[in-house]
Each structure stands twice: as structure tokens, then as C-alpha cells.
């Protein structure tokens, strides 16, 4: 079992995507939409038990996996034995599987503390390492591409999550939901806004700065990518023509 669970939870230093893995990414996404409609409030109202029972059910899924990781981790060389398990609890990817549930299911009335399972979109990084097989032509660029469409979305979600906390309830036209806010933190990213909807809050309009700075890179990241990608697949052309 801790064989089948270390090969199918990709937990080996060079696996792959397992069928397994990808259910559980498909899992976690379904999640991160449950707590996009609940922030809506004339979806989420008259459902409020609906939406504790579904919390409840990702709550318990992720422990479930987090132990199963726990347990078939010790394989690893890196996280053999008891110091071995406890540096992979103080992990990255560890601590993000870990804070995604378990503030819920100590607190599940808690405000807003379901919101923590949107970190869980972290986890999708690992989907780069767990399939990168890159060569340095410009089609093997798709996983780096992959990896800055992912970060733009993660940037666009985190805008959207923090002007939902801050600026919800005093402009809840704008922001009293994570759908609402995450209009405004789309258009703010890419620059297509008209200045029709901007926060009222000293907090909100600093964030608004340091979003819209980030915009830039959101950009240049990909640009470089592409850029990198002719540079060497230019230069590999060359090699094979002087060779």
C-alpha cells in the first residue's frame, strides 16, 4: 500500500502524473469554484448548509490525502525516518496542503475560514515539476508558459480574494463577492480598465497600486518566455547548420 500510495501520490523525486494526482487537481479546482459561489450572496443564501456540507466533504478528502502523504512520503530518501516526516510537514507544498483544512475543520463557523482552501491553488505549481521535460526548443517552452498562465490566474485570484476582504463590505456593488472582485482584479491586470470601479479604502487603494504594478510583470513574463525560446531555438538552427 505505502508503495502504491508513494508511486500514485507522486511523491518520488522524478514521477510523473499519476491518475490518481490528476484527481485530486481536478478536486482541488472543483473546491476553489465551491468557494467562489459561496461568496456570492444570492447564490450562497438559503444554501448555507449545502456549502457547510461540501466544506465539510473537501475538508476530510484533504486530510484523508494529506495522511496518505504522510505515510507513503517516508519512501523518499530525503523523508526517511521520524526527522525525515518532520521536515516534509514543514514543507512547502506540505503547510499548503496542511492550512487548507485544517483551520476549517478545527473552526468550520468561522468567517471566511473556508477562504484558506484557496491556497490549495498553490499545488497546482507542482503540476510543472511533475511533468517538465523540456529540451530548450521552442516547443518544449509550453511547460514555462504553462507555469506563467498558472501564476497570472494565482495573481488575478489573490487581487480578487483581498479586495473581496478588504473593500466587501463598504463597495459590495463592486466587491461584496469573489466573482465581483475578480472582474475588477481581471481588467486591473490586463489594463483594460476605465477607472469606473475603484476602491474606496486607503488599504484597497494601495493594493490597487501594487496590483497594477504587478501587471507589468504579469506581461513581461511571457514575452520573455517566448523571446528565450526563439533565442534558442535561432541558435540550435545555427549549431546544426555550422555542424
Not at 476553489?32 to 461540501?54: A, C, H, R, Y
Not at 517516508?74 to 507544498?93: C, E, Q
Not at 498562465?149 to 488575478?156: A, F, R
Not at 485570484?157 to 461584496?176: H, Q, R, T, W
Amino acid at each position: 500500500m505505502k508503495k502504491y500510495l508513494y508511486k500514485q501520490l507522486s511523491l518520488a523525486p522524478n514521477s510523473k502524473l499519476t491518475n490518481l494526482t490528476r484527481f485530486i487537481y481536478t478536486f482541488i479546482l472543483f473546491s476553489i469554484i465551491s468557494i467562489v459561489l459561496e461568496s456570492e450572496p444570492s447564490i450562497s443564501l438559503g444554501n448555507e448548509s449545502k456549502f457547510l456540507t461540501l466544506n465539510y466533504i473537501f475538508g476530510f478528502i484533504f486530510l484523508i490525502e494529506y495522511l496518505c502523504r504522510l505515510y507513503a512520503v517516508g519512501l523518499n530518501p530525503k523523508y526517511s525516518g521520524f526527522l525525515g516526516r518532520l521536515k516534509y510537514i514543514f514543507s512547502f507544498y506540505a503547510i499548503i496542503d496542511l492550512i487548507s483544512f485544517v483551520p476549517f475543520l478545527l473552526f468550520p463557523v468561522a468567517n471566511e475560514s473556508f477562504l484558506l482552501r484557496l491556497f490549495r491553488v498553490l499545488r497546482l505549481f507542482s503540476l510543472l515539476k511533475a511533468s517538465k521535460h523540456a529540451t530548450g526548443l521552442i516547443m518544449d517552452k509550453k511547460y514555462e508558459l504553462i507555469f506563467a498562465i498558472l501564476m497570472t490566474l494565482m495573481v488575478i485570484f489573490i487581487s480578487a480574494i483581498c479586495l473581496y476582504l478588504v473593500e466587501g463590505k463598504m463597495y459590495p456593488e463592486a466587491f461584496g463577492s469573489i466573482p465581483r472582485a475578480l472582474w475588477w482584479s481581471s481588467v486591473t491586470l490586463t489594463t483594460i480598465g476605465y477607472g469606473d470601479i475603484v476602491p474606496i479604502s486607503v488599504v484597497g487603494k494601495i493594493l490597487t497600486i501594487l496590483i497594477s504594478v504587478s501587471s507589468i510583470g504579469i506581461v513581461a513574463i511571457p514575452t520573455g518566455i517566448l523571446a528565450a525560446g526563439f533565442s534558442e531555438a535561432l541558435s540550435e538552427l545555427k549549431n546544426k547548420k555550422n555542424n
